[in-house]
Structure formats: C-alpha cells, structure tokens
C-alpha cells in the first residue's frame, strides 16, 4: 500500500549560475533570470509505502508524517527566498529539480529516527507549475 | 498501454477500532474519531493494463468496465454510511486503505470472470481529498 | 474591492424530511435519503467587501476573518453528522440550502462585534460538490 | 454578454508597509513580511461587457484583448519582483488588493483608445492562491 | 438562493462566417477556421433564483431541472458536430457566444411551462475552455 | 529524476471502424460514431529521464524540448479533425489509444537526433477527458 501526501508552500528563487557567463544565464534561464527573482505556489508531493496496520487500518501515522515534513522541508522553503533564505542555495541554482534533490536529503535524513523500515519514504514529487512535475526516487 | 478510468462516490465514516481504547481511538483518529461520522467525496480511479485490439483501437471496453466497477464497488459505496451499510466494515476500521482493500477485493473477484486475463487489472487508487491518495497494487 | 476567502469542511448528513411520508422522501432526495446517510467535502465561500486600508493595502484582517469564520461554522460543522451534531438541524433538513441559510445566520450575529460596518459580509456560497454550488446574499 | 478571460502570472513580492512598525508589519503581514520576500503564481480575470457582433458572432477581438493585458499587465509583472520592478509598488505595499488597484489602472488607462465604448471593461479578479480572490469594479 | 448547477458536454465546430471572405475569416478565426474543424469538452453553468421550499429545503427540483436542461440543450449538443448537427447553426456561426445564445433561448422557452416563475432561469455561463468563460443574463 | 511535461490541444475525431459492420460500430463507440465527430480538449503529458546537469541544475532543456513537441505532435494535432487533417488516421481510427501510439511514434524518431541517451523520453499520457487517462510506455 502507497499513500501520497501533498503540502504547499510559497517561495521565489532567481536561477542564476555562478559558473557560466550572464549571457548563457540569459539563455537557458530566460526571464527566470530576471535579477530580482519571481515565486511561485509550489506543491510538494511526498510518497510513502509499507504495510497496513491490522488494528488501525493506517499505512503511516499521519500526524507524525506532518510534524516531519513540516520541521524538515516546509517551515524552510515556505514564504521564503530561496536563494537568500535556504543555505543549500547558496551556491547552488534552486531549479525545482535541485529543490527535489534537498527535500529527498532532508526527509531521508530524519525519517529513519522516526519511522525506521516502515512505511519506508519511496519518492517525492515537487509540482512547480501546472505544467511542470518532477520527481525523484528515494 | 495503460488505462486509468476516474470514478467518484459519496460516503460518511466513523473510524474508530473496536480492539483500542477510547483514548487510544481519540488520539490516533482524531476528529475523524466523532461519534456520529462525517464524509467525504471519494474517487476511485481503477488502472488496466493490455494490448491493444488493432480493430477497434481500444484497450478495454469501457462500457463492460464501468458496469463491472459500479456493480462491484459504487453501489455498494455510494451515498452510504460505510460503517453501518458494507458488512465488511462491521469489524474492520473504514479507513482509506481498508477502502481499497475491499474495493479491490471486490474487482479482483469479479474481473477475471468478465475479462480473462486481457485487460489486466493492475492497481486502483482511492483519492480520499484533495491532499491524500492511496494505491493498491493488485 | 470584494474579497472571496474559501474554507473547507467534511461532513455527513441524511435527507428527510419529517412532514414528508417516506415515499415523498424517496423520491423527492433519492440517495441522499438512504438511511444511515452519506458525506461530502464541503467549500464555504465568504465574501467580503469594503475600502482599501490605504496604509496597509488590506481589505479586511484575514486572520481575524479566519478566527471568526473557523469558531462561528467551521468548528461546528467540520467532520459533523449535520443531522446528530448541529442542533439547527433536529427539525431542518440539512440540504446545502439550509445549510448556507444556518452558515449565513452564524456569521451574520457575530460580525458586528468583529467588524462593525466596514468590511461588509456580502454574501457566502456552498459548494456542495463540483456540481452544485449554493449563493445566499446577506 | 460579458466574457471572463483568464491570465497568469508568477511573481515575487514582500509585504511591507513603510509607514508602520517593524512589530506592526510582523503582527499584521506574518510570514508575508520575511524580509527577502516569496512568491505566488497569480491568475488574473479579465471580465468585458458588450453586444455581440452579428456577423463574427464575437464580444470581443480576443487577440486585441490579450495583446492589450499582456502589453500593460503580464509582461510589467511576470517573473518579476514586484518590489524592485514595479515602480508603482516603490511607496505602496503590493497586497493583491493594490495589485488589482494598479492593474485596474493600467488597463482602464489603455482600453479607451484600443477599443472605444464596446465591449466595456467591467471589473477584474485577482485569484493570489487558490483560496483569495480579490475583485474590483472597474 | 441561488443554485448554480454544472453540466459538461463535447462537441466539434468550425468558425466560418458566410458573410465574411475567406481572408477575413482566417484573420479573425485563426486556428479555429481549419476547413475539418476541432472540439472542446464545454461545461454549461445554469443558474436559477428562488425562494426555499420550507419543507423539503430545496430551492428547486434537482431532477426536474436536470431532465429539462439534458432534453433541451445537452442531448442536441453532446458529441455533436454544432455546424452539421444544430440546425441553428447553419448561418449562425457557432461561436460560444452563440452557443450561450442558443442554449438561452431553448431553456427559456421550455422553462415557464416546467416551473412557472419560481425558481427563476437567471443566468448560463459556458466555459469553452479553462480560459473563456461566457455569460448570459436570461 | 524525472520530469512531467503537460501540453494541451483542441481536436475534434469520429470513432469508426471501417473493417466492422455499421451496427458493430454503433455498438462499440456509441455517442462517439456520430457521423459528423465531436471534439475534445486533450492534454498530453511527456516523462522524461535523466541525470542532473551539475552546473544548470536542469534535468532538460525545457525550451528544446518544448520545440520538439510542439514541431512533432501540438502542430499537427491542435485545432485539427484528426480524421481529416492527420495522415495517420486514414485508415487508424483515432482513439486515444491510437493517439498516443502516434504521438509516441512522432516523439520517438525525432528525440534521437535531438536529446541522444539523455534525458531519455520514458512515457506519455493522453488525457482525453477528466476520466479517462492513457498512457504509453516508450
């Protein structure tokens, strides 16, 4: 049994690389690189999978997956400028592909001290638009 | 190819585990826990699997698919009170999950007699809101 | 400038009415009159209007809406048997009319203390499913 | 007959009213008043009044109603932090309520010239998340 | 109390006015001037106005309403070609402001006799696509 | 990681078997062999698999692939009679199945020389109303 679970959170980013010159940031990142950044709504999808509790017919304690992915991901991206307010973006482009990626460590990293083998965090899906999903096994 | 057919239904619930405490119930369930139930709009998307009939261009005949799903599983659920109107949930908590072990239970049974082995009958999933979504590989 | 907040709330309900014989109730509500009812995931509209706060740039104090919008209704209504739980429905059949006409009447006594004039509660919807929406001015 | 046309747009901004406290701005913007601001994916409504044209069978030229919202609305604010890139937004907080105060403005400003006394631009809505929508009378 | 109550349909259409040159036709139409045509899923929003039954908590006979507007409107225009298959569409252009013209005049001219003037037809919308929304006061 | 691209187009198609019998036709696509075609808005969904690229923090590059597409599959379908106007559909009868066929088919031989092995192209969705989702695994 899998339950998805969806949290929304508002933020806005610039995607700007350090590396590369401020014509090729132009290029690939078009009017995202506009100087003084944009937001968006974002959704975070979060998936887990185990077994079905035989006396509570729960596959995860719900309560529990919310504190977590509250603490872990949502009180830090949400209302926030990712570039100035995320450490992790410091130095690296907060692509929603990139937002994926430091979810997944920071979920990974708490879930085994409080849900150990089960239900076991299978992937997360971050939906940047309504026309942009992405997703990453974990 | 794969179909994924969308069904909705009506139903109001109680959880509440018969084999926990009225503590232990009020805790783990929370205002779903309330005495005289609430409910929601469920929908259930049913997910096959088959080759296509290079005549008609189909995968599945929808029409023998959405009496077999609304035999088997919506007018048992639809505008009902699942806890008091589905035997099976006597004893077993209405949960989601629970929701689409029996709502699979109950295709699984009926599917092979009206279908063989082409389409497939792979998974169903329960959308319970807009935020919680259970899957069911089958 | 009119603002429309929306809240969510599920609930259950049965429709019958007592003056009717159950043959009227049969045919008159259908399903909704099966006998230990059914649910639905409810939206509240709430519509406000008024002059801009020229210093803040609000209309009205959102958390305060929320505060009185939450005690007044979705408390009361929020995973609810309207039938069991809502004494405005002992004798009242809760159909989604009513239940705008009882929302209407909860947020209407306590809105002058909260806003006196200025903003205005102008009207409220019910959206009973993604089919039937319900508008009552007030 | 009036037409509802729909626009969107992603955007940054903080909430900060220079004219109050730092304490003030905290108590009444909340997260909104982070100081290196967030972001939102807005949609815009156009509504427009008018007769129809016997022969087109049209209330409006659409491309010269998007071409005019676009050149006065979407391109000033998309991907933008309204901030630092709307010098309307330089002294006056950019709530939703003063967005829909400047775009009301800008279009109002434009329509006479492009399209005369029909069709009429009747009011505009500014959906900020899925649960707050602001309307203005135009 | 006002009910809005939703109904979808598909249908094909090809925008062409007799009375205009072929050049002209393409210039205004664009796209939707291909020779063959194309299609929309449509959804028609009917909205009536009246007062509550006080017994039985309605505003208007569900059925009754569905039975009227599924004979008059839905039935000639669900999976329907609207040049080929409506006859008031053989001079007309089928616009969806025409659309909300013609399904106007089929409700208004059967509603007297189904439900006299309580509740009142005050209003359709067609939503062509989730961009255009069409209003007509009836 | 893994993207999900959504794209949508108008058509309009008949469902009709030339190698089966009026009857059988009638039989097996109902509403959908009237003999003028309706129509639908579809939407199309397009997966892609890939490593990050370290610098850009892309999976893709959003405008090529959207170039792709749009050349490949938008262009010949949107505003089209997919009997009429697509080549493939002479003698095919355009299901969504066979849709999806055809546009996998579409996207397959121009990916190649456009993307090489990364970002790979895993599968596309045909949505082709609220209910019924197609997909294709490439």
Redesign the interface.
């Known amino acids: 049994?899998?339950?998805?679970?969806?949290?929304r959170f508002?933020?806005?980013?610039r995607?700007h690389?350090p590396?590369?010159s401020g014509d090729d940031n132009a290029r690939?990142y078009?009017?995202?690189n506009?100087p003084?950044?944009?937001?968006?709504?974002y959704m975070l999808e979060v998936v887990v999978r185990g077994p079905?509790n035989a006396?509570?017919?729960?596959?995860v304690?719900?309560?529990g997956l919310d504190d977590l992915v509250r603490r872990e991901v949502i009180d830090a991206f949400?209302?926030?400028?990712l570039?100035?307010?995320v450490p992790a973006f410091g130095e690296?482009?907060?692509?929603s592909?990139?937002l994926?990626?430091e979810a997944g460590r920071r979920l990974r990293s708490a879930w085994q001290k409080r849900f150990g083998d089960a239900p076991a965090l299978e992937k997360i899906r971050i939906h940047e638009?309504?026309?942009?999903?992405?997703?990453?096994s974990l």
């Open positions: 049994m899998k339950l998805t679970r969806r949290y508002s933020a806005s980013h995607l690389a590396s590369l690939i078009g009017k995202c506009n003084f950044g944009h937001g968006h709504d079905l006396g509570t017919g729960l596959v304690d719900l309560r949400d209302h926030r400028n570039n100035a307010d690296v482009v907060p692509t592909e990139n994926a990626v638009t309504r026309r942009n999903i992405f997703e990453l």
